[in-house]
Structures are given as structure tokens and as C-alpha cells.
């Protein structure tokens, strides 16, 4: 069985944007920018033995706030940027689909397609729906710390307040 290392998008590998305050999604190829230290986050999980699968949440979609081509082309660059085995996309802005996290769905479905062993898995995320998710998976949680998250420092397995600390953790394991 394989071993993933679920790294939720937006904020882990690429940058948030900021609509009203509010943390969002680039809607747009023009605002999806790599993360510094996304390449290097990324080579640690490969180097390490483990798959790289993206988990994200796209509700814009069903909002109909983006064109799922123009997600295509994003995740197209991304795979096209950085070595990912898999992305799984829950477009749906229902927080009763399976998929869509904090639910486990996309982790399952990650697992049933690329025979993860789930409970030698991890996800990295920055947000209570990411961590949520991998609970419900069986998954160790790793929580990236930043200045829109302060609300759940410190409740994942393991917490960073880097990139560079979460990748350095993953060379450890």
C-alpha cells in the first residue's frame, strides 16, 4: 500500500486571496500564484516515499463565480509546476457532499484509486476544514499557522508556522 501526503491548495501551495477581507480562492489564472516554497514542500513528500494528492475545495464553481476551464488551466500549470500525482476537486458549495471537506471523501475516494494505506497518511492544511477532513479519514494532521488561522493554532498533530518548518518535518519521516 502507498502512503499521500494530502496538501490542501489554496494557501499550502499557492497563495489565498483576499476578497472583502475574507480568505478566498483565485478565480483566475492571472491570480493563481505557486507559494514560496511550494517546489520545496513538494520534493520532500516525493523524496520521502509518499504521493503527493491535492485535496481542494472549489465551490466557486457551482456559484458559477468561475468557469471550470479556467480551474483546468490552473490545475494544468500547477501539475505543469510541481510534481503531484493527484488533484481532487470538490466543486460543490453543499457542505453535505461527501466530498467536499471537512467531509473525508476525497481522501476515500485518493485512497480507493491510488491503494492508500490512510492511517500512514497525512494531510497539510491551513484551515479546521482540512484538519476536520483528515480526522474523519484516519489521516495525522499537519496545520500550517498563519495570521488568518490564529483560531486553531496548535490543533493539528503537528503545527508549523512555515513552509519550511512543515518540509523539514517531512524530510524527518
Not at 121 to 138: F, H, P, Y
Amino acid at each position: 500500500m502507498n502512503r499521500a501526503i494530502f496538501l490542501d491548495r489554496d494557501g499550502i501551495l499557492n497563495e489565498v486571496i483576499f476578497r472583502d477581507k475574507v480568505v478566498a480562492s483565485p478565480r483566475t489564472r492571472e491570480e493563481f500564484r505557486l507559494l514560496a516554497g511550494a517546489r520545496e514542500l513538494v520534493a520532500a513528500v516525493k523524496s520521502r516515499g509518499f504521493l503527493a494528492i491535492v485535496v481542494t475545495n472549489q465551490p466557486d464553481i457551482a456559484r458559477g463565480l468561475m468557469r471550470p476551464e479556467e480551474l483546468a488551466t490552473m490545475h494544468a500549470d500547477l501539475g505543469a509546476d510541481l510534481p503531484i500525482d493527484a488533484i481532487f476537486v470538490a466543486d460543490s458549495g453543499d457542505d453535505a457532499d461527501p466530498r467536499r471537506k471537512p467531509n473525508p471523501g476525497m481522501l476515500v475516494e485518493a485512497a480507493e484509486r491510488k491503494l492508500l494505506d490512510l492511517g500512514h497518511s497525512w494531510i497539510l492544511g491551513d484551515s479546521v476544514k482540512d484538519l476536520e477532513a483528515g480526522r474523519r479519514a484516519g489521516v495525522q494532521t499537519m496545520l500550517l499557522e498563519t495570521h488568518y488561522n490564529t483560531n486553531i493554532h496548535g490543533t493539528a498533530d503537528k503545527n508549523f508556522c512555515s513552509l519550511a518548518e512543515a518540509t523539514h518535518f517531512i524530510n524527518t519521516l
